[in-house]
């Protein structure tokens, strides 16, 4: 389970990411003024980042359920539950 949190929460970072460089870009293509080449030239390579990223994190994601992950962590989910009781002390006396 707590690598399918973590893709999702990797997948987020990025969007929001994403967002905030796009919006940076749009801004600065939309203004005249000093600062306005540092803008583009940070809003582009963040975008580029992003979208980078976010294949490379989409990549893994479907890597991991194609090699039965979603399958596993059940599994270990399973266990996990049948170990707790397992160890609770039995209190019907």
């Avoid at 049948?82 to 039995?90: E, H, L, V």
Wanted: hydrophobic fraction near 55%.
């Amino acid at each position: 389970m707590m690598h399918i949190c973590h893709c999702n929460i990797a997948l987020s970072l990025v969007i929001l990411a994403l967002v905030a460089s796009m919006s940076l870009l749009i801004w600065s293509m939309r203004n005249i003024g000093t600062g306005i080449m540092l803008a583009k030239l940070i809003g582009g390579v963040c975008s580029l980042l992003a979208i980078i990223l976010m294949v490379c994190s989409i990549y893994h994601m479907v890597q991991f359920y194609q090699n039965g992950g979603a399958d596993m962590m059940n599994k270990m989910g399973m266990m996990h539950e049948s170990m707790n009781a397992n160890m609770m002390p039995n209190s019907s006396n």
